[in-house]
């Protein structure tokens, strides 16, 4: 027995249908309201959206100089961040960033570019008012000023040592002093004229 041709048409157009509604159901929207903030010298931060009800398990990001070709392309899954930290960016430099959501059927479509720029360290520097003081800048003095301390006490404990070891030599040069007289005493008394014997005339032979 046959198959009329139309109900194999028939078949596949259901099989399409069926498929497109999968299909359907997996797609997933491109990521909303995308953000830069805390923006440095060499860091930044990139926010963003999902539409309710995205079967969202993570997100990929890609960063790119404006004028330049090379990406950086950044992928986390099982996550429901809506955030990502931008590290070891360039100063007074360009970047473009595209943010895409993560479903188990495939990614979304890339998200409306975002441009944003790194400030110049003098800049950044700059734009602090000159009573404003980071905990990182206190700490920074701290351990300057601690590490000032230590080799502060190291020289003078050498100091220290140096006089004590002095003082003990001194001490053992003025105790060894009068034994050095005596024996020099000694040594004079030693090489003086001979004694003669008594009733003797020491004569000259010519």
């Known amino acids: 027995m046959e198959d009329k041709p139309g109900s194999c048409a028939a078949g596949l157009l259901l099989l399409l249908g069926f498929l497109s509604s999968v299909h359907a159901d997996t797609l997933l929207s491109a990521p909303l309201n995308v953000t830069i903030t ?50 070891d960016l360039d100063e007074d430099t360009e970047y473009f960033v595209h943010v895409q959501s ?25 734009s602090k008012s000159p009573d404003e003081v980071t905990m990182e800048e206190v700490g920074q003095d701290a351990q300057l000023r601690a590490g000032e301390l230590i080799i502060i006490v190291v020289v003078l404990i050498m100091w220290a040592g140096v006089i004590v070891l002095f003082c003990r030599q001194y001490d053992i040069i003025k105790d060894n002093e009068p034994n050095n007289n005596k024996d020099k005493a000694k040594n004079s008394s030693e090489c003086s004229t001979p004694e003669h014997p008594r009733g003797g005339i020491l004569r000259s032979n010519v």
């Open 38 to 87: 805390d923006i440095e010298v060499n860091s930044a931060m990139v926010t963003w959206e999902i539409s309710e009800g995205d079967p969202v398990i993570g997100f990929a990001i890609t960063q790119q100089k404006k004028d330049a070709r090379m990406l950086r392309f950044i992928q986390e899954v099982n996550t429901t961040t809506r955030s990502c930290a931008l590290w």
């Open 102 to 126: 993560i479903s188990m059927g495939g990614s979304s479509p890339p998200s409306e570019p975002v441009l944003f720029r790194t400030p110049k360290e003098s800049e950044k520097q700059a």
